[in-house]
């Protein structure tokens, strides 16, 4: 099983930027994908970011050339950098870790963008 607890949230201006943290605990060296997702209020949750088997990226077309996902192994931490934020990235946003074909989220962080 891994634990995962975000951090980073907060308020921000438009155009502000913000990063938010994962951190991994428990069978972290047996994570398979790694990713964020959003929910928006009265909104499915929807992919964000995600770095998959390989290394290779995957980002939500609403967030490319602004957000960058990141994992540093040695710390057992996923990072997003969000920039160039709109209000529409209001949101929780959420890390997801797959392992032995099991998902695991975080408990979420919130992500306001507001003047």
């Known amino acids: 099983q891994v634990q995962l607890v975000e951090s980073g949230g907060g308020l921000v201006q438009p155009g502000g930027s913000l990063r938010l943290s994962c951190a991994a605990s428990?069978?972290?060296?047996?994570?398979?994908?790694v990713g964020w997702y959003r929910q928006a209020p009265d909104k499915q949750r929807e992919l964000v970011a995600e770095i998959l088997s390989g290394g290779r990226t995957n980002y939500a077309d609403s967030v490319e050339g602004r957000f960058t996902i990141s994992r540093d192994t040695s710390k057992n931490t996923l990072y997003l950098q969000m920039n160039s934020l709109k209000p529409e990235d209001t949101a929780v946003y959420y890390c997801?870790?797959?392992?032995?074909?099991?998902?695991?989220w975080g408990q979420g962080t919130q992500v306001t963008v507001s003047p």
């Open positions: 997801r870790v797959t392992l032995s074909g099991y998902a695991y």
């Open positions: 428990g069978s972290t060296s047996s994570i398979y994908t």
